[in-house]
Every structure is written in C-alpha cells, then in structure tokens.
T-cell receptor, first 114, second 115 residues
C-alpha cells in the first residue's frame, strides 16, 4: 500500500507558466483534497472532491483548477502561475468527507514560482 | 465560522518530561477534533481524534488529548516526551453540524524535545 502519492516532489516555474500536480491514492477512499501550506498559516483547502465525479471550491480556489479523473486520481492545475502560488501543496484523501474520518496525506510538492 | 487557535508557535521540553501542546477551537455546532503531526519534508500524519463520548482520547505513539467543551479546548499531551517527538503539530476541527467537508487547521506548533 503506497497510500497517497504525489508528483512531482519539487518544481520551479516562471510566472505565467502552467503545470499540473498529480495525486493518486490506493486506499479506495471516496473523498480527496488539495491543500496549500504556507509558513504560519497552517493548511488551507484549495479544492476538494467529495466523491468521484464531483469537485468543489475550498477556501482559496482562485488561480487553480482540479480534475477528479477517477476514484484514485485527483489533479491540481495552475493555468498561469504567479509568485503568490509559491507554496507546498498537499493532496489528501479520506473515506468520506462529511464525517469524522481522518485524512491521509501525500508527501507534498514544493513549488516555487519566480 | 470555524476557527482553530494554537497559541504557541513553539514548545520546548526536556526528554522524559510531560508535554502539552495547546489548541482551542470555535465552531457553531458540535466539533470533530483532530491532531496531526508533520515530520520534516513529510506530509501530515494522523495522531488521534475526538468524535463523541469519553473526553480523553488516546492515539498513536503514546499521545492523548482531552476534549473540554466548556473551555472549547483540545490539548495534546504525552506523559514522557521523546527526542523523536520533535515535529510540527497541527490541531484541526470540523463542525459536524454545519461544516460540510471543510476541516480547518491551526497554524501549527513546533515541538522541540531536548535530550
């Protein structure tokens, strides 16, 4: 069981470039999430997918798009990267969203936008 | 609105001493409460959660937390700290009545355990 995997681990982009962060889980979880982690701010939810075929905005969705490709995979796309999107990005999954289930996190992607 | 406060950026404790990492929360309904730990260059790992029932919750690696409804707190504790406990700890809350899918995380508390 790999749990939650993310690619790439590191990325440097120039302002205006685009990229997609990939996430996959092998725990048969229904719900998946994308967070960003910035110093002193904890984790902030960007988008989530309650179940396959659905996606919804979180706290900080501007500048991002997501795709729930199937039950296993949930990708995050930056269409035109900005320096304010420099952050560490975490994907997570849980058995269900609207409940007491804990989340399982991937190892993160460290993104720098210059 | 939901919120979580971790009032200490950093907690220092000597190995073998008890440790406490503080967390207070605000929700309009009833809370689900969680603690996660993050080691350097890793994702968050689940430690323990409060759902309902007994206010004292036991979790992984000897950690426990006490839910106090009147003080809206959920402090993380361990009777005897280890150097390997040094990490970043996050408290998180979900409002079970109105929060939907949103889990709010605190800013994190860095724990240093000195040998």
């Amino acid at each position: 069981n790999a749990g939650v995997t993310q690619t790439p681990k590191f990325q440097v982009l120039k302002t205006g470039q685009s990229m997609t962060l990939q996430c996959a889980q092998d725990m048969n979880h229904n719900s998946m999430y994308w967070y960003r982690q910035d110093p002193g701010m904890g984790l902030r939810l960007i988008y989530y997918s309650a179940s396959e075929g659905t996606t919804d905005k979180g706290e900080v969705p501007n500048g991002y798009n997501v795709s729930r490709l199937n039950k296993r995979e949930f990708s995050l796309r930056l269409e035109s990267a900005a320096p304010s999107q420099t952050s560490v990005y975490f994907c997570a999954s849980s058995e269900a969203g609207r409940d007491f289930y804990e989340q399982y996190f991937g190892p993160g992607t460290r993104l720098t936008v210059t | 609105a939901q919120s979580v406060a971790q009032p200490e950026d950093q907690v220092n404790v000597a190995e073998g001493n008890p440790l406490t990492v503080k967390c207070t929360y605000s929700v309009s309904g009833n809370p689900y409460l969680f603690w996660y730990v993050q080691y350097p260059n890793r994702g968050l790992q689940f430690l323990l959660k409060y759902i309902t029932g007994d206010n004292l919750v036991k979790g992984s690696y000897g950690f426990e937390a006490e839910f106090n409804k009147s003080q809206t707190s959920f402090h993380l504790k361990k009777p005897s700290a280890l150097v390997s406990d040094s990490a970043l700890y996050f408290c998180a809350v979900r409002d079970r009545d109105t929060g939907g899918f949103k889990t709010i995380f605190g800013a994190g508390t860095r724990l240093f355990v000195k040998a």
